[in-house]
C-alpha cells in the first residue's frame, strides 16, 4: 500500500482543514486507516483512527469533537475534517494504514509522506 497526503496549509485559529490520503492497492479496504502528527520537537503523536469497514472510530482526547475521521473505499482514500483549529495542532500531519491495534499503539505497516498543518494565533 503507497500513501499520498494532501491539504495541508496556513490557516487561522479558529478555521478548518481537511486532510485527505490517497491510497495505491487492492489490500486497501482490508485496512485500518490512522492519522497521527509530528510537532517541531516533539514525538510523533496518534490522532485518529477508523476501522476497515468505517464503523468505528477512535481519537486522541486532544482532538475529540473537534476532528472527524472517515474513509471512502470506493475511492480508496481516508479524510481527517479539523475544525475549530488551535495553534497547538501545527504539525505535520502522516497518514498510516495497518491493523487496528498497531494504530493504537503509535505503530503502522505504512506511512504516508506527510503534509505541513500550520495553524496561526
Known amino acids: 500500500v503507497q500513501l499520498q497526503a494532501s491539504g495541508g496549509g496556513l490557516v487561522q485559529a479558529g478555521g478548518s482543514l481537511r486532510l485527505s490520503c490517497a491510497a495505491s492497492?487492492?489490500?486497501?479496504?482490508?485496512?485500518?486507516m490512522g492519522w497521527f502528527r509530528q510537532a517541531p520537537g516533539k514525538e510523533r503523536e496518534f490522532v485518529a483512527a477508523?476501522?476497515?469497514?468505517?464503523?468505528?472510530?477512535y481519537y486522541a482526547d486532544s482532538v475529540k469533537g473537534r476532528f472527524t475521521i472517515s474513509r471512502d473505499n470506493a475511492k480508496n482514500t481516508v479524510y481527517l475534517q479539523m475544525n475549530s483549529l488551535k495553534p497547538e495542532d501545527t504539525a505535520v500531519y502522516y497518514c498510516?494504514?495497518?491493523?487496528?491495534?498497531?494504530?493504537?499503539?503509535?505503530?503502522?505497516?505504512?506511512w504516508g509522506q506527510g503534509t505541513l498543518v500550520t495553524v496561526s494565533s
Open positions: 498510516a494504514a495497518a491493523p487496528l491495534e498497531l494504530l493504537l499503539n503509535r505503530l503502522s505497516n505504512y
Open positions: 492497492g487492492r489490500t486497501f479496504s482490508s485496512y485500518a
Open positions: 477508523i476501522t476497515w469497514s468505517g464503523g468505528s472510530t
